[in-house]
């Protein structure tokens, strides 16, 4: 009687989930969030970066697919940044449990998304250079890397800062300061915190799929 072997590493081996899936979560999420938003005008502030970002992935993906852990992060991202443009980020209903649960002085969604900033950017950043550059394996990677993303928060306080002298009142939703002067120090120093904590506990499952492209 002849029996079939499998091989380990096929039985070891978990499903991955297709690109598509990702993206279709990201594009549900952000149709969902475009329902009657808050304000109109927030809300494509808000999620301008998945309406021009999904296009540019789906573009590039045949020259440059990613990771699945950077695919699924992505998705995530959209979501959060999809209901924050719906609901504004102060007045997001799941932060204003935690601030009426914990006795907090505002609604910390806003403090999430800024994590998210750093968190969700540094693996994206960190494939682009470990592919591009000769930084893969260097110690330089992980620095470079958060100096990126301190790049692209900045970036985004000077956009709000646009927003602000352009818009006047009518962009307090898009900024969700909630009345803190230091917010915009507040909201780099969550990118950075975001930023390290995702290097420090992704970049070895990030390597191995790396290998596997």
Do not use: K
């Amino acid at each position: 009687m002849t029996t079939l072997s499998v091989p380990p590493a096929v039985v070891r081996s978990p499903r991955r989930v297709p690109p598509a899936a990702f993206a279709a979560v990201a594009v549900a999420g952000l149709a969902a969030s475009a329902w009657a938003p808050h304000d109109r005008m927030t809300w494509f502030l808000e999620t301008v970066w998945v309406i021009v970002g999904l296009p540019l992935v789906a573009l590039a993906w045949r020259r440059f697919p990613l990771t699945g852990l950077v695919c699924g992060l992505l998705a995530v991202h959209a979501l959060v940044l999809s209901l924050g443009g719906h609901y504004t980020y102060a007045e997001v209903p799941p932060g204003d449990w935690v601030r009426d649960t914990f006795g907090l002085e505002r609604n910390p969604y806003d403090r999430f998304g800024h994590l998210m900033q750093g968190f969700v950017p540094a693996i994206l950043v960190r494939e682009l250079l470990s592919r591009t550059s000769p930084l893969r394996g260097s110690r330089w990677l992980a620095p470079l890397t958060v100096c990126a993303c301190l790049a692209f928060s900045a970036v985004f306080e000077m956009f709000e800062w646009a927003a602000a002298v352009t818009g006047g009142h009518s962009a307090d939703a898009f900024l969700a300061t909630q009345g803190d002067v230091w917010d915009t120090q507040w909201d780099m120093f969550c990118a950075l915190i975001g930023a390290t904590v995702a290097l420090s506990a992704l970049s070895r499952v990030h390597d191995r799929q790396l290998d596997r492209l």
